[in-house]
């Protein structure tokens, strides 16, 4: 199944036990309120069909894995309801991988911000190139990580997530990632880490499916009340995205992208 965009897609199949979600946009993999829309919508579809007993999550292309937040419609925020409808997009997403009864593993295959970090944290097992640096840019933009933040942290702790969130325009090694538990394996290039996302998919598609689905619910135990949480930190973000601050910051950085 494809939902195609003026300028990208989000893409499922299930092939073998293994469902795969695919996300594009040209922009860096960036991901305007649309795509969020049919990415959280695809994985609860996967998460609950009964062909799939584990999910790869990945996005296209060879360059960024997720550039985050799309400028353009952060720029296009002129209210304080529409600023949280946008946020939400992140939530839903987040959301929906928590939820999702079957394990999710990331492919990244290159650099991730903001919210492709999110992402990230949010996947039970994520296998990156090298070259997968990281970064929450959102503090540089007057923002902050307020919607991610829970997902991060949960995964690399407060410490490793206040490094990211106040030293907000520092690049983070896959390494630094490995080393703090965002990353599960980092390979040295590309076909690696399709190799080894396909080895553990398919030993994953040949065990028990309710085994893995309580292992899953152990996993996220502590997060439940992530529904009403994540929405109120998409109020915050929707807010301080309006200020002048914000937008002269997004500007700048669009220029420079």
Known sequence: MMSNHPEGYVHTSIE???????????????LPGA?????AHAINDVGTDDRAKVIVLQSGGERSFCAGASFDELLAI???????????????????????????????QGKAVGGGVGIISAADYAIAVESASIKLSELAVGIGP?????????KIGVAGFSQLAIDATEWRSADW??????????HADIPSVNEAVAALATKLAHSNPEAMTQLKKIFWEGTENWDELLTKRAA???KLVL????HNAIHSFKRKS
């Open 243 to 246: 200020s002048e601050f914000s």
């Open 16 to 30: 073998n036990g293994i469902g795969k979600i695919e996300f594009y946009h040209p922009a860096s993999n960036s």
């Open 35 to 39: 795509i969020l829309t049919d990415l």
């Open 236 to 238: 915050i973000s929707g």
């Open 78 to 108: 002129s209210n304080e309801t529409e600023g949280k409808t946008f946020f939400n997009g992140f939530a839903l997403v987040i959301n929906a991988m928590r939820k999702c009864h079957k394990f999710i593993i990331a492919r990244v």
């Open 146 to 154: 307020f919607v991610v933040g829970p997902a991060v942290q949960r």
């Open 177 to 186: 990632a490995r080393k703090h538990g965002l990353y599960s394996e980092i």
